[in-house]
């Protein structure tokens, strides 16, 4: 089955610079990469997705870029804000329902 | 607004209870799933359903069960044979199709007493 490895666990990094979180997954044949947030007591929140034909997307300051050939896919979040501070998951699908999670990575946004 | 349901928030058990976790969505989608979440082990898929009255085993469905007799809901049951419930349980839903998002609730923190 899949397998979705996801790095760093934590990241700190001062308010106004960027983090980057990349995970890497085994299936060739996954083809749908979604990001969740997740903020502390609450379930995850779909923040961007990206699918096998595009190399990579951008919803104002968060970005996400999908390498199929190293099997490796990174969110971007540039000029970050206290309130991005929470636990991001990324994850990847080969189609229909089985999704398979990463194991997050708790980011904490300094001011 | 439309979303996704999960009652209590908060549950506690017995030993050799079942508890039974309930998720309720108003977002017409056809699929629903649960999972249950450990301190850095991210998601774990336990039963999905892509429609009424029919249901797939997860990754780790041993010690529960659900059922799926409407489309809008999709309880839990955690069983006595559940040996290590204590955990963050999720639950999602989605459009029936290729490489559709889940949305999900926020959550059923179940603990042992």
């Known amino acids: 089955g899949e397998n979705v490895e996801q790095h760093p666990s934590t990241l700190s990094v001062q308010e106004g610079d960027s983090a980057v979180i990349k995970c890497t997954y085994s299936?060739?044949?996954?083809?749908?990469f979604p990001w969740y947030k997740q903020e502390l007591g609450k379930g995850p929140q779909l923040i961007i997705d990206i699918r096998s034909n595009v190399g990579e997307k951008k919803d104002q300051r968060i970005a996400v870029t999908l390498n199929k050939t190293a099997k490796h896919f990174s969110l971007h979040i540039t000029e970050t804000q206290p309130e991005d501070s929470a636990v991001y998951f990324c994850?990847?699908?080969?189609?229909?329902?089985?999704?398979?999670f990463g194991t997050g990575t708790k980011l904490q946004v300094i001011p | 607004d439309g979303g996704i349901t999960q009652s209590p928030k908060y549950l506690f058990r017995k030993e050799g209870q079942n508890v039974t976790l309930s998720c309720e969505q108003n977002l017409n989608h056809d699929a629903m799933y649960w999972y249950r979440q450990d301190p850095g082990q991210g998601l774990r898929l336990i039963y999905y359903s892509q429609i009424v009255n029919d249901f797939q085993k997860g990754d780790i469905a041993e010690g529960y069960s659900v059922s799926r007799e409407k489309k809008e809901s999709f309880p839990l049951t955690v069983t006595s044979a559940q040996k290590n419930p204590t955990a963050f349980y999720l639950c999602?839903?989605?459009?029936?199709?290729?490489?559709?998002?889940?949305?999900f609730g926020d959550g059923t923190r179940l603990s042992i007493l």
């Open positions: 999602a839903s989605s459009m029936v199709g290729s490489n559709q998002p889940q949305h």
């Open positions: 299936d060739s044949a996954s083809n749908y």
């Open positions: 994850a990847a699908s080969g189609g229909y329902q089985k999704v398979t």
